[in-house]
C-alpha cells in the first residue's frame, strides 16, 4: 500500500527530510536550518509540536542534528547506530550534532530492526554507509536515506560505513520492485527507481 509521502528538499548540507501524514518526519537535518524545516512543515498544515515520530534513516549529524527542535517526538534509529547517537559518538555520526541544546541529539526512543513495521513502512536494514543504516519501503516507494540515490550513486563508506556490506545491501534492494526514490539528498526519482538501484550496483 502507497504512503502519502511530502518531501521537503534539504537546505545547503541538510539531509532531505520526508513528511509522512501529517505526524512522523523522516530525518532532520542538521539542526542549523530549523526555520526553513519548520517553515516547510507549516506549508504543508503542520506545526513542528504536532510531530509525534521521528525516524532517522542512519546516524550521521546531517540527519539527526534536528532532532532536539522536536522534544515531545519519539526517536526511532536502528539499534546498531543508537549507540554512536547514546554514546554522543562525534567519530560514528560523522560530526558534532550534539553540540546544540546540552547533547538532546543523543536521545533515542525505538531501536529498529529489520523488518520491524513503523509509520506504514517497513524496515530494511542496508548496511554499508553507517552499520545501522535503513531503507523504509512501502511496496512502491523506497526511503533510502544515504545507501542510495538518483542516477546511480550510492553513500561514501568511509565514515563508519563498508564497501562490502553496501553491495550487499545494494544486491538486496535490487529484489524490491521500487517506483519512486527518496534519498537522503539530491532528486527523487519518479516512476522508475529500480533502473536507478541497478544502477548504483553496476558502480560497486
Known amino acids: 500500500m502507497s504512503s502519502e509521502i511530502i518531501p521537503i528538499l534539504g537546505y545547503f548540507n541538510d539531509s532531505n527530510y520526508y ?3 501529517k505526524k512522523t518526519l ?7 536550518f530549523t526555520d526553513y524545516l519548520f517553515s516547510q ?5 503542520v506545526e513542528p509540536e504536532d510531530i509525534e515520530l521521528i525516524i532517522n534513516t542512519h546516524c ?14 519519539k526517536i ?9 547517537m547514546r554514546n554522543k559518538d562525534t567519530l560514528g555520526t560523522g560530526g558534532s550534532a550534539f553540540l546544540i541544546n ?10 529498529l530492526e529489520d523488518g520491524d513495521e513503523i509509520a506504514g513502512f517497513k524496515v530494511i536494514h542496508t548496511p554499508g554507509h553507517t552499520s545501522g543504516g535503513i531503507c523504509l519501503w512501502d511496496g512502491e516507494n523506497l526511503i533510502s536515506g544515504d545507501t542510495i540515490f538518483a542516477g546511480g550513486g550510492v553513500g561514501r563508506m568511509d565514515i563508519g560505513g563498508d564497501y562490502q556490506d553496501m553491495k550487499n545491501s545494494v544486491e538486496k534492494l535490487l ?4 517506483k519512486n526514490i527518496y534519498p537522503g539528498h539530491g532528486p527523487i526519482v519518479e516512476n522508475n527507481g ?6 548504483s550496483y553496476s558502480f560497486l
Open 19 to 21: 513528511l509522512i501524514g
Open 26 to 32: 523522516v530525518d532532520t537535518g542538521t539542526g542549523q
Open 41 to 45: 512543515l507549516r506549508e504543508n498544515g
Open 60 to 73: 550521521h549529524y546531517d540527519h539527526i542534528g534536528g532532532n532536539y527542535a522536536f522534544p515531545n517526538a
Open 76 to 84: 526511532a534509529v536502528h539499534k546498531m547506530d543508537a549507540v554512536s
Open 102 to 111: 546540552d547533547g538532546a541529539n543523543s536521545r533515542v526512543d525505538i531501536e
Open 175 to 178: 529484489e524490491l520492485d521500487v
Open 194 to 199: 529500480k533502473d536507478h538501484i541497478k544502477m
